[in-house]
């Protein structure tokens, strides 16, 4: 990712180049998560507890979700001078 | 969210495939998916370098902006780490490294299910899209309560792009800046912090 990051440093702007890119990334992504979806429907584990992994799911991203917004909200109480703006 | 629905898309016909069985062998094998995601790194690392509003924001950079993901991160880690409590039969590290997807779904599922197991990546996938729905339907209710970073907070890596939208609106322009900021830092940190939570891990077991 760092080569690419200073790939990409070089690489500005030339738009037609990073337009590709771009289109190429979103493609990949397309392509690992069908490879994914084609592991992961091929692995009866998965697939006969799809419902406790849903709750297991949506219980770590309630936690994750509520314990930054709480330290968010510290941070902007105190250094963003909350309520005024 | 058409970008959402056309990756969750993919997903589900590729499980519909893997399900009936209706395919080559070797494409249920999980070394190219590796090289595949090496591949998509670099991709990814291309796309952040290559953005004009990286380099810009990064120039006029001050403190108080710096501490917006690192206090994302410090809570997203202490909230997944209460859900292990919650959850008892998966392990701390499992908990921490689908919270620090930060709602990159996409990257972070594919990462863990290469770390460690396809469930534990399909709990990432659902989990870190949890995130992004959540944060899109509940930003004004957020902003009310808890103040305009909430949902930035909220959004994680998702607020450079696909929560850009309902951050800038119920946040205002000015938090615009804050929130691709904060979005770059934890995309690029994803697969970094993935990875030092299982090394770390690794050292207590």
Partial sequence: MS???????????RQR???????????????LLFFLGISVGANDKVISNFASIGFNAVVIALCSVAGSILLSSILYKTLFNGKKN | MKGSIIIVLFFVTGMALGVNRFLPPFLTGTDPGLYALYFLMFLVGTGIGADRNVWRILADLNVKILLVPVVIILGTLGGSALSSVILPQTATADCLAVGSGFGYYSLSSIIISQIRNETLGVTALLSNISREIFTLITAPILVKFFGKLAPVASGGATSMDTTLPVISRYS?????VLAVFSGIVLTVLVPFIITAIYKIASLFS
């Fill in chain 1, 3 to 13: 080569a690419g990051i200073v790939a990409g440093f070089l690489l500005r702007g």
């Fill in chain 1, 17 to 31: 180049v990073i337009f590709i890119l771009e289109k190429t990334t979103g493609f990949s992504i397309y392509i």
């Fill in chain 2, 172 to 176: 205002g322009r000015e938090y615009a």
